[in-house]
T-cell receptor, first 118, second 111 residues
Framework: GAVVSQHPSWVICKSGTSVKIECRSLDFQATTMFWYRQFPKQSLMLMAT?????????EQGVEKDKFLINHASLTLSTLTVTSAHPEDSSFYIC??????????????FGPGTRLTVL | GENVEQHPSTLSVQEGDSAVIKCTYSDSASNYFPWYKQELGKRPQLIID?????GEKKDQRIAVTLNKTAKHFSLHITETQPEDSAVYFCAASRPGTALIFGKGTTLSVSS
C-alpha cells in the first residue's frame, strides 16, 4: 500500500514553454502533498505544500506565479512550471504523508520527474 | 524554520567497516527523523526512522540514535557492503509538515 505515482517520469521542453507534472496517491487519500526540487548532487529542497481545496503554501524564494500548484482532488496534485527556462531543469519529486501503523508522518515519495529545458 | 545539518558530506570505508553519519536539527518541535538512501535518478528510499519518544532503533545492520537534548541524531551502518554505496539523507519534520533534508552524505564502500 501507500503508492505515489508521478507523470511524466521525464520531459524535455523548449525554453518558454510550460510543463505540467502530476502526482497521484494511488491507494490512499492525501489532503496534503509536498513538492521538492533536487538539482544534481544536491539535496531535496522543499518548494511548496499543496493543500486539497485551498491555495498552496510556497517556501521562501519559490515564485508562486512560475510554479503553479493545483490540488483539485484527494488523490491528485499538479505542478505546472510556466515559461520554463534552462535553470528550471531539475528533478522534481512529490510526496504525500500516509498512514503507516497509524502514524501520518511517514512520507511516500513519487518516482520523480526529470525536467530538461533546452 | 527547521534547519538540518549533516556530516560528513563524503565518507569512504572498507567493506566490513562501520559507517556513521551525523545530523543536527534546530527546531525543538520536530519529532520525526527518517533516514533515506538515494540512488542516482531515483526517489529517496526510507531505510530507518525514529520518533522523538525513542532514543535508539535498530534494524539488522542499521541503527539510528537520537539525542533530543542535544538535537542530534545519527545513522550507524555496521558490516558495510559495496551495495551500501549511495547517497544518504537525514531529515526532520514536525507533525503534519514537510520533511526538511540535510545536504546528504555520499558513502563509498570499497571491497
Amino acid at each position: 500500500g501507500a503508492v505515489v505515482s508521478q507523470h511524466p517520469s521525464w520531459v524535455i521542453c523548449k525554453s518558454g514553454t510550460s510543463v505540467k507534472i502530476e502526482c497521484r496517491s494511488l491507494d490512499f487519500q492525501a489532503t496534503t502533498m509536498f513538492w521538492y526540487r533536487q538539482f544534481p548532487k544536491q539535496s531535496l529542497m522543499l518548494m511548496a505544500t499543496s493543500n486539497e481545496g485551498s491555495k498552496a503554501t510556497y517556501e521562501q524564494g519559490v515564485e508562486k506565479d512560475k510554479f503553479l500548484i493545483n490540488h483539485a482532488s484527494l488523490t491528485l496534485s499538479t505542478l505546472t512550471v510556466t515559461s520554463a527556462h534552462p535553470e528550471d531543469s531539475s528533478f522534481y519529486i512529490c510526496s504525500a504523508p500516509g498512514l503507516a501503523g497509524g502514524r501520518s508522518d511517514t512520507q511516500y515519495f513519487g518516482p520523480g520527474t526529470r525536467l530538461t529545458v533546452l | 524554520g527547521e534547519n538540518v545539518e549533516q556530516h560528513p558530506s563524503t565518507l569512504s570505508v572498507q567493506e566490513g567497516d562501520s559507517a556513521v553519519i551525523k545530523c543536527t536539527y534546530s527546531d525543538s518541535a520536530s519529532n520525526y527523523f527518517p533516514w533515506y538512501k538515494q540512488e542516482l535518478g531515483k526517489r529517496p528510499q526510507l531505510i530507518i526512522d525514529i520518533r522523538s519518544n525513542v532514543g535508539e532503533k535498530k534494524d539488522q545492520r542499521i541503527a539510528v540514535t537520537l539525542n533530543k537534548t542535544a538535537k542530534h541524531f545519527s545513522l550507524h551502518i555496521t558490516e558495510t557492503q559495496p551495495e551500501d554505496s549511495a547517497v544518504y539523507f537525514c531529515a526532520a519534520s514536525r507533525p503534519g509538515t514537510a520533511l526538511i533534508f540535510g545536504k546528504g552524505t555520499t558513502l563509498s564502500v570499497s571491497s
